[in-house]
């Protein structure tokens, strides 16, 4: 079944701790992003990607880095975990065909609470 | 600019009653509209979305959404709301292809819908 995913659901760590937040996808979708949302808030586009080898900035500065080795795998990375990394963060996909506006389709999340 | 606005943060609803939650939006040229549905711990579900044609559109979980090119609106309605409905609810217009929003999704703020027995 075509789905996204994200693990782990929920991380809490120490703070100065390296960190990989995971997205997969089997939607066969080009584009992926990745968004940061306070719970019961609006969301931020910090990254995205057109596809393999394609990564971009979103809307909101983050400290995270994020890799777009193969077309359905878009890693975020935090080197260095601080409390104000504190949030959660939510990966999307969707086709890229340009002119059209296909809805993106969301993972379940990832709570993080660093320490 | 394009963007995207929710102007109530909270709507509460009777079961049984019809619901509406807001959104207006600003773009140039055609505007391609979303709704989304968040429930609590979870990602967001696609509702519905309008691109072009009938100005309403039919979605997801017996939701609809009006779209008034006059008044820039998008408004998401449901003539009889459950309390399963409470959730959070986000709009989202495309923005352009080139410039900052490079054809990503800019979402509303989210409204917070309540449905109570």
């Known amino acids: 079944e075509a789905d996204i995913y994200q693990t782990p659901r929920y991380l809490v760590i120490g703070t100065g701790k390296k960190i990989t937040l995971e997205c997969s996808q089997t939607?066969?979708?080009?584009?992926m992003y990745w968004y940061q949302q306070d719970p019961g808030m609006e969301l931020h586009l910090i990254h995205y990607?057109?596809?393999?080898?394609?990564?971009e900035k979103g809307d909101l500065s983050s400290e995270s880095t994020v890799s777009r080795i193969r077309t359905e795998h878009f890693p975020l990375t935090l080197e260095s975990a601080r409390p104000s990394h504190t949030s959660q963060y939510l990966c999307?996909?969707?086709?890229?065909?340009?002119?059209?506006?296909?809805?993106?389709?969301f993972g379940p999340g990832t709570r993080l609470t660093v320490l | 600019a394009q963007s995207v606005a929710q102007p109530e943060d909270q709507v509460n609803v009777a079961e049984g009653n019809p619901l509406t939650v807001k959104c207006t939006y600003s773009?140039?040229?055609?505007?391609?509209l979303f709704w989304y549905v968040q429930y609590p711990n979870r990602g967001l579900q696609f509702l519905l979305k309008?691109?072009?044609?009938?100005?309403l559109v039919k979605g997801s979980y017996g939701f609809e959404a009006e779209f008034n090119k006059s008044q820039t609106s998008f408004h998401l309605k449901k003539p009889s709301a459950l309390v399963s409905d409470s959730a959070l609810y986000f709009c989202?217009?495309?923005?352009?292809?080139?410039?900052?929003?490079?054809?990503?999704?800019?979402f509303g703020k989210g409204t917070k819908l309540s449905v109570k027995p």
């Open positions: 999307a996909s969707s086709e890229y065909i340009s002119g059209r506006a296909d809805e993106q389709f």
């Open positions: 939607m066969g979708h080009d584009k």
């Open positions: 990607s057109y596809g393999v080898n394609s990564t």
């Open positions: 773009v140039s040229g055609n505007p391609y």
């Open positions: 309008y691109i072009t044609g009938d100005n």
């Open positions: 989202a217009v495309r923005g352009l292809n080139y410039g900052g929003s490079q054809g990503n999704l800019i």
